[in-house]
């Protein structure tokens, strides 16, 4: 039979639950609002009885341990949603920048300029002598390479802010994963006995696995939770925590390996490594997927920097585009003659090897092979009279050695020479010592496009496109016809028609096509990326609610909480204050 005094334990026990469980109201309410807690409940349980003859008699109540409302599945989910969601915000943001930089709206981007300088021929084609018009075209030739540039320029600090961005969240990585792992060894000394539990410390974790699956697309392996509504089982493997990233792991239970970052291959980018090993490409998700993915976008790719699969390129499609324009404009412009004929002239561009074909030893980007073509120059007295035109055949396989010897038996009885700047490589020239004068009547092979002789730019791509020096210098050297003769415009008119002509993507597009469906893409990349986001925000938000009614703190259930556990202690108190008068009576008794 229980004594008086197991009566006092028993109310005892009923104080230490009720004030137990109000301290652990208390702490649900304080954290209300901090994130990533996790609501918990005591479990009460009835204390081990005491037998008698008469049978079981109750000794009062216990917490047996405290568990928190997670529901693992459910998080995983959410975190999931996470990682889309940074993905497509961070390639919003950027994707707005893009926009911005491509901008035609107020009538000052790159379709204006380029609108501008094929007018300006089409006005020169008119007065093909008069200075005011060629002075036009000189200035809507800048304005063209000014565009070009900026938008290169822009593409470019774009490029390198995701580059630093790239290590910055590396090194967000690296102090998540420390942390998780410091955390990990802690979850483990506390839950070394199995009725203890680390509720605040697996709190803390998730948090930081939250905002690890914001960065990059992580997977996480653990024992950590049960599965049911019941909360974190007891006894589990709580340190148990394995975080890989692209298939190596960042966190093995209470170790991290940190990753480090390296110029890529091609000093464009920078890649992510893991003991050595170059993962970048296996980084696909969260807002350090995006950056990757923009950083290769915004850059030229080559093998070892690929771009994402069916992606658009945007330093390449600006290369393509200024590349295009260079080209065509200089093949046109190359054989055509101003107003001045020259007594020596040099390319622009460096050959390599005087013996090898010239499409091979051309520089580096101007990809502009030879055809099979015709070479025709205009040879000048010194008063300028036109003396004789001759025509040099040029294979698409020719050397400069042979285009060169060629070229010299047949203008070499005028004085006029070419040869290159180096022995066996540098830049063509071609300089007459006779007093003799020459011009440029057509060229079919595009040798002198080639080598930049009497072009109208220089430069390969984007980021050196400029309008020749020469021709800025003196703007007699407008190529504006194919002779001398006043009025001749039929040069400039070959110009201007380039606007209309399919000279883009397989001879399918015009240049102003080419650039307008570059900038429609944009537009539409953009667009179709700003859906998402808006569809992968609803489906957070969504998320978020479920994990907040089911782990969150609700206030009007833990001021219920209270008002029990509240009563509770009260009415423990009122048990033990009449076992005490009890206990007064039989000692009155006993007196």
Not at 435 to 447: E, I, L, M, R
């Amino acid at each position: 039979m229980p004594s008086i005094f197991d009566a006092l334990n028993i109310g005892a026990s009923g104080l230490n639950v009720a004030q137990n469980s109000i301290n652990i109201t208390g702490n649900n309410v304080a954290n209300a609002n901090t994130p990533g807690y996790t609501v918990e409940s005591p479990v009460i349980t009835e204390s081990y009885p005491i037998n008698t003859p008469t049978g079981q008699y109750g000794l009062g109540s216990t917490i047996q341990t405290v568990t928190s409302a997670r529901n693992q599945l459910l998080d995983n989910t959410l975190n999931q949603q996470l990682n889309s969601q940074a993905y497509y915000q961070t390639l919003n943001d950027n994707l707005s920048q893009i926009q911005n930089i491509f901008n035609e709206t107020n009538g000052t981007g790159l379709a204006t300029a380029l609108n501008n300088f094929f007018s300006s021929w089409q006005t020169l084609s008119s007065s093909p002598d008069l200075a005011t018009a060629r002075g036009q075209v000189i200035q809507s030739g800048q304005t063209l390479v000014q565009a070009i540039q900026s938008s290169y320029r822009s593409l470019q600090q774009l490029n390198s802010g995701l580059n630093s961005q790239v290590v910055s969240d590396v090194n967000q990585i690296n102090t998540l994963t420390q942390n998780i792992a410091n955390i990990n060894n802690e979850i483990k000394l506390a839950s070394l006995s199995p009725t203890q539990s680390a509720n605040t410390l697996i709190d803390q974790r998730n948090h930081l696995v939250q905002q690890l699956q914001k960065i990059a697309n992580v997977t996480v392996l653990s024992n950590t939770y049960s599965s049911g509504t019941q909360g974190q089982s007891i006894g589990s493997n709580q340190n148990e925590m394995t975080i890989l990233l692209g298939g190596v792991p960042i966190v093995s239970g209470i170790n991290s390996t940190n990753l480090t970052t390296q110029t890529s291959s091609d000093g464009q980018n920078v890649d992510v490594v893991f003991n050595g090993q170059v993962i970048t490409n296996k980084i696909t998700g969260g807002s350090l997927g995006a950056v990757i993915q923009l950083a290769r976008q915004t850059s030229p790719s080559n093998s070892s920097n690929p771009s994402a699969p069916n992606a658009i390129n945007y330093m390449d499609t600006l290369n393509t585009l200024a590349n295009s324009i260079i080209n065509q404009v200089n093949i046109l412009h190359s054989g055509g003659s101003g107003l001045s004929a020259y007594t020596q002239t040099q390319g622009t561009y460096t050959l390599t090897s005087a013996s090898n074909p010239v499409s091979q030893s051309e520089q580096a980007g101007v990809n502009l092979p030879l055809k099979n073509g015709t070479l025709s120059v205009n040879v000048y007295d010194s008063n300028n009279n036109l003396v004789n035109t001759v025509s040099i055949a040029i294979g698409n396989n020719d050397s400069f050695s042979t285009i060169s010897n060629n070229f010299n038996k047949a203008l070499g009885q005028y004085g006029i020479i070419m040869n290159l700047s180096g022995i066996s490589q540098g830049n063509v020239q071609i300089r007459s010592n006779n007093g003799y004068q020459f011009s440029f009547a057509g060229d079919t092979s595009n040798f002198l496009a080639a080598v930049g002789i009497n072009t109208f730019f220089t430069g390969t791509n984007a980021s050196n496109i400029a309008v020749n020096s020469v021709i800025v210098n003196d703007q007699s050297k407008i190529a504006a016809g194919k002779s001398l003769t006043p009025g001749d415009n039929s040069n400039a008119l070959a110009i201007a028609n380039l606007q209309t002509q399919n000279v883009m993507d397989s001879n399918t597009q015009t240049i102003n096509q080419y650039y307008e469906s570059f900038v429609g893409q944009i537009g539409s990349i953009a667009q179709s990326n700003q859906n998402i986001l808006n569809s992968q925000n609803s489906m957070v938000n969504q998320t978020q609610s479920l994990v907040q009614s089911q782990e969150g703190v609700s206030l009007d259930q833990e001021a219920a909480n209270l008002i029990k556990y509240q009563m509770a202690y009260q009415a423990s108190a009122q048990f033990i204050s009449i076992v005490n008068q009890m206990m007064q009576s039989l000692i009155n008794m006993v007196q």
